[in-house]
């Protein structure tokens, strides 16, 4: 059995999602960082840097933090999403530190700049929207040639996908980017993603363009 420590957001959601797919069992404990749970000591012990999510896999005593991290884990635990080596398997890596460095942090900023706090820094706000189109262009670009992020449905997609369903907040217009769009609204059709979206509880519908 799995304990994931969770929320609402994008990165929370790379994880519920990811342990619906594998159809692994797994518990939610739900840390609402709205109120700081994520400062609790007992959450610092398993989550030395206090972000969801994280994850504590009961059948070894593993703790872990870091979505990228868990997806990883996750996948080589189950043998699921992830391919077994190759150049498939660096492809699934390059795209997934992709997120982890590029989509999740800039898209991030938007939110916090344009969507949380409009008018307090104009520069900030020029320069996280422009970065979050550019981010979208490559994604386009790349999912032009393709289905999913590498050739099949892989970690890459799971951790990408749950910061594109903030494309309102982003002020991003979907039907700008045919490509990302298909690959987005194809993705929110799979069960999997469906249930764990809604973790650890259905605060909205997932967004559709
Ligand atoms: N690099 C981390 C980022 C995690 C992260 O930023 N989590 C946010 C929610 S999406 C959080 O816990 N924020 C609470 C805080 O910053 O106090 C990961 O991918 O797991």
């Known amino acids: ?13 790379k994880a519920s999602i990811m342990l619906e797919e594998v159809e692994l069992p797994y518990r939610v404990v739900p840390i609402d960082i709205t109120k700081g749970d994520q400062f609790d000591p007992e959450f610092t012990k398993i ?9 504590v896999d009961h059948d070894n005593g593993m703790t872990l933090m870091e979505s990228g991290a868990i997806l990883m884990y996750l996948a080589n635990k189950t043998g699921h999403l992830m391919p077994e080596g190759g150049e ?17 942090p800039m898209l991030g900023q938007t939110h916090h700049f344009v969507k949380f706090n409009p008018g ?3 520069y900030a706000e020029q320069r ?16 032009a040639e393709r289905q999913y992020l590498v050739n099949s449905y892989s970690i890459a ?14 002020t991003m217009d979907l039907a700008a980017y045919p ?5 987005y609204v194809g993705i929110a059709q799979r069960p999997a993603v469906q249930r764990g979206f809604h973790v650890p509880g259905k605060v909205q519908e997932i967004p559709m363009p």
């Open 1 to 13: 059995m799995i304990d994931l420590y969770t929320w609402n957001t994008p990165n929370g959601r």
């Open 47 to 55: 989550c030395p840097n206090n972000k969801i999510p994280a994850i």
């Open 88 to 104: 498939t398997y660096w492809r699934v890596i390059e795209w997934l530190m992709f997120q982890m460095g590029g989509v999740g």
């Open 120 to 122: 307090k820094s104009k």
């Open 128 to 143: 996280f929207l422009a970065e979050n189109t550019r981010i979208y262009e490559v994604l386009d670009r790349r999912l």
């Open 157 to 170: 997609d799971v951790a990408t996908w749950p910061w594109i369903s903030r494309f309102e907040w982003q």
């Open 179 to 183: 490509n990302l769009r298909r690959w």
